[in-house]
T-cell receptor, first 113, second 113 residues
Framework: QKEVEQDPGPLSVPEGAIVSLNCTYS??????FMWYRQYSRKGPELLMY????GNKEDGRFTAQVDKSSKYISLFIRDSQPSDSATYLC?????????????FGKGITLSVRP | DTAVSQTPKYLVTQMGNDKSIKCEQN?????MYWYKQDSKKFLKIMFS???????INETVPNRFSPKSPDKAHLNLHINSLELGDSAVYFC????????????FGQGTRLTVV
């Protein structure tokens, strides 16, 4: 079993839909949780960052972490064609210089106009 | 100004050759990383450096040698290139204290023929 599992996709939704992206993980030491967005032929860019359990909202994006279930989610409200990209979840057990991010495989989202 | 920049963006080379990829960050971060993204988009850490010191060295063939001349630069030299080395290589940086958010470069697409 991989440390981080992500729904493989791809996912196609109409514009305006609510999108739910999910990852599960097996390493209970993970404390830092991130979502990255990667456009085609570009580097990943940080979208949301959460420490430990809880919710975080930023505009149309909401990140949720449930450490008891080892489950994280990213919700996108009122999805736009510009949201079409690959979304990667990433996690880390430590902060600081010894940290390393473990990524999910990514899910490609397409938002149809 | 590009925060994390890599050169070259594309690299096509023959098996057996030696090649280098350069990375520079102007964010003032003290930790830098090399990640490899394979054809299935799976992103995996290779190395990390903190203030020019090697911190993380995942199970990477010793044909790969990172070098950090100062904390703003992290280069990757690859000897005796193999077909399986074809991938996109991403440089990233983070502050190295507390949070683990990493900022990525645009990637170097390496093709070994």
């Amino acid at each position: 079993q991989k440390e981080v599992e992500q729904d493989p996709g791809p996912l196609s939704v109409p514009e305006g839909a609510i999108v739910s992206l999910n990852c599960t993980y097996s390493n209970s030491a993970f404390q830092y949780f991130m979502w990255y967005r990667q456009y085609s032929r570009k580097g990943p860019e940080l979208l949301m960052y959460t420490y430990s359990s809880g919710n975080k909202e930023d505009g149309r994006f909401t990140a949720q972490v449930d450490k008891s279930s080892k489950y994280i989610s990213l919700f996108i409200r009122d999805s736009q064609p510009s949201d079409s990209a690959t979304y990667l979840c990433a996690m880390s057990a430590k902060g600081g210089a010894n940290s390393k991010l473990t990524f999910g495989k990514g899910i490609t989202l397409s938002v149809r106009p | 100004d590009t925060a994390v920049s890599q050169t070259p963006k594309y690299l096509v080379t023959q098996m057996g050759n030696d090649k280098s990829i350069k990375c520079e960050q102007n964010l003032g971060h003290d930790t830098m990383y090399w990640y490899k993204q394979d054809s299935k988009k799976f992103l995996k850490i290779m190395f990390s450096y903190n203030n020019k010191e090697l911190i993380i060295n995942e199970t990477v063939p010793n044909r790969f040698s990172p070098k950090s001349p100062d904390k703003a630069h992290l280069n990757l030299h690859i000897n005796s290139l193999e077909l399986g080395d074809s991938a996109v290589y991403f440089c990233a940086s983070s502050q190295g204290t507390g949070v683990t958010e990493a900022f990525f470069g645009q990637g170097t697409r390496l093709t070994v023929v």
